[in-house]
């Protein structure tokens, strides 16, 4: 494996356990309907990210590979659009949404510079 397959790789594992640890955030949440609708919403776009980086590993072309590296960007900052909304309806786990938002603030980032490095 060359070294930069080694970092999609990386970058995959980071991208499934962000997702994971949505997961793990959304198992410890109060049982209510107000979570039950933020918890459907965060684990479909946090799955997504790392679904759609995926996908874009295996694009068919360059312009395939930016379309989805966009969608995971987008779903990326979706997930930090529930992040907050699961704070808002639950306080007491400002923590744990910091760290999560954080993670989420920095793929993004990650996701962005390689959109922007493979348009220049």
Same mark, same amino acid.
């Given at each position: ?8 790789? %990386? ?7 962000? +997702? ?7 198992? #410890? ?6 979570? =039950? ?10 799955? @997504?990210?790392? +679904?759609?980086?995926?996908? +874009?590993? %295996? +694009?068919v ?16 900052? =979706?997930? =930090? ?6 704070? %808002?309806a639950?306080?007491?786990? @400002? ?16 996701? @962005? #510079?390689?959109?922007?490095? @493979?348009?220049?």
């Amino acid at each position: 494996m060359t070294k930069s397959t080694d970092k999609y790789r %990386e970058f995959e594992t980071r991208t499934t356990d962000f +997702a994971k640890r949505i997961i793990r955030l959304c198992r #410890a949440l109060p049982k209510g309907i107000v979570n =039950e609708k933020l918890i459907g919403q965060i684990v479909r776009s946090s799955g @997504s990210v790392g +679904a759609n980086y995926r996908e +874009a590993n %295996e +694009a068919v072309g360059k312009k395939d590979f930016l379309y989805r590296l966009r969608i995971a960007r987008k779903e990326c900052k =979706e997930t =930090e659009h529930w992040l907050d909304l699961i704070l %808002e309806a639950n306080p007491d786990f @400002s923590e744990r949404t910091k760290d999560l938002y954080e993670e989420g603030r920095q793929i993004r980032n990650i996701l @962005s #510079a390689i959109i922007k490095k @493979s348009t220049s």
